[in-house]
T-cell receptor
Framework: DARVTQTPRDKVTEMGQEVTMRCQPILGHNTVFWYRQTMMQGLELLAYFRNRAPLDDSGMPKDRFSAEMPDATLATLKIQPSEPRDSAVYFC??????????????FGSGTRLTVV | AQKITQTQPGMFVQEKEAVTLDCTYDTSDPSYGLFWYKQPSSGEMIFLIYQGSYDQQNATEGRYSLNFQKARKSANLVISASQLGDSAMYFCAMREGGAAGNKLTFGGGTRVLVKP
């Protein structure tokens, strides 16, 4: 089965440190999403890319978060500097967009980030 | 305003019985898609079923069926013959096209506990 691979699975870091999360989308998928899940806010969309170009990152705190797709097989989400309120599970999802429609979204297993 | 509303924070169901999880949505986009995901305690997001706004028939996938009532803007998930492994969080999500660009917006989720 094709799957979205996220690394690391778990990350514990100290406040102020840089954190980089990685995502390998399913081969052939041209749309990549980053979501954050917390108990308080539920699942929030942070950013997403179509054909490696950022389409919407309005859900992302711009001062400390950045998302990139250096190539079609890798998406990254970086937090610098990290804060305790960033503690959450970060999901990557990929899908195939044909025209205006994305047909199906496959989620990775998530990165559980704890900032102490 | 909430785009996706799941009014049941949690519910119990007896093993082998059917359970209906409620989901209402709000959109002015004529082209949209509705998804249900399952999130077990392990944390991964598992795709269950999809309903397109133009689909004439209600979607079914094994023991899962989607009761799509377009005029009422509801997309309830029905799980038949519940199993212990169905205990999990269930999320309803909506994809809007056009200016919304295919991002998935999630409801708050419903926690289901199947009793033996």
């Amino acid at each position: 089965d094709a799957r979205v691979t996220q690394t690391p699975r778990d990350k514990v870091t100290e406040m102020g440190q840089e954190v980089t999360m990685r995502c390998q989308p399913i081969l052939g998928h041209n749309t990549v999403f980053w979501y954050r899940q917390t108990m308080m806010q539920g699942l929030e969309l942070l950013a997403y890319f179509r054909n490696r170009a950022p389409l919407d990152d309005s859900g992302m705190p711009k001062d400390r978060f950045s998302a990139e797709m250096p190539d079609a097989t890798l998406a990254t989400l970086k937090i610098q500097p990290s804060e305790p309120r960033d503690s959450a599970v970060y999901f990557c999802a990929s899908g195939l967009g044909t025209g205006p429609v994305v047909s199906g979204y496959t989620f990775g297993s998530g990165t559980r980030l704890t900032v102490v | 305003a909430q785009k996706i509303t799941q009014t049941q924070p949690g519910m119990f169901v007896q093993e082998k019985e059917a359970v209906t999880l409620d989901c209402t949505y709000d959109t002015s986009d004529p082209s949209y898609g509705l998804f249900w995901y399952k999130q077990p305690s392990s944390g991964e997001m598992i795709f269950l079923i999809y309903q397109g706004s133009y689909d004439q028939q209600n979607a079914t996938e094994g023991r899962y069926s989607l009761n799509f009532q377009k005029a009422r803007k509801s997309a309830n998930l029905v799980i038949s013959a519940s199993q212990l492994g169905d205990s999990a969080m269930y999320f309803c999500a909506m994809r809007e096209g056009g200016a919304a660009g295919n991002k998935l917006t999630f409801g708050g989720g419903t926690r289901v506990l199947v009793k033996p």
